[in-house]
């Protein structure tokens, strides 16, 4: 699926089975809720947290993979709240990036 058909394809749910968008605001902090979400699983996954219990280990991939989906879908809401093209956005950042950032990251010795 490209961003542009996710757009679409998330535009349609909403306006089907959502209803409608929650406003902006909301989006927004709901956005922040998916993020910490995943904040807490890579801090047990990768970090030196611990799960509570050995069965939330087991399924916490499975886990990360889903909360991150919620962060994307969220993402998606609200660019096609604000009228963000997301494929148009992420190859302009990442021209910037590019122009920005290349001879940066050549000289980190902290990369190499």
């Given at each position: 699926?490209?961003?542009?058909?996710?757009?679409?394809?998330?535009?349609?749910?909403?306006?089907?089975?959502?209803?409608?968008?929650?406003?902006?605001?909301?989006?927004?902090?709901?956005?922040?809720?998916?993020?910490?979400?995943?904040?807490?699983?890579?801090?047990?996954?990768?970090?030196?947290?611990?799960?509570?219990?050995?069965?939330?280990?087991?399924?916490?991939?499975?886990?990360?993979?889903?909360?991150?989906?919620?962060?994307?879908?969220?993402?998606?809401?609200?660019?096609n709240q604000t009228g963000v093209n997301l494929t148009?956005?992420?190859?302009?950042?990442?021209?910037?990036?590019?122009?920005?950032?290349?001879?940066?990251?050549?000289?980190n010795k902290k990369l190499t």
């Amino acid at each position: 699926m490209t961003i542009q058909e996710a757009q679409k394809t998330v535009d349609e749910w909403i306006n089907t089975i959502g209803i409608r968008y929650y406003n902006e605001l909301t989006n927004t902090a709901i956005l922040m809720e998916e993020v910490g979400e995943v904040a807490r699983l890579m801090a047990r996954l990768y970090g030196e947290q611990s799960f509570k219990t050995p069965e939330q280990a087991d399924s916490a991939r499975a886990d990360l993979a889903d909360e991150m989906a919620d962060v994307m879908f969220v993402l998606i809401c609200l660019a096609n709240q604000t009228g963000v093209n997301l494929t148009d956005a992420l190859r302009d950042n990442l021209e910037k990036k590019t122009r920005r950032d290349a001879a940066r990251h050549a000289a980190n010795k902290k990369l190499t």
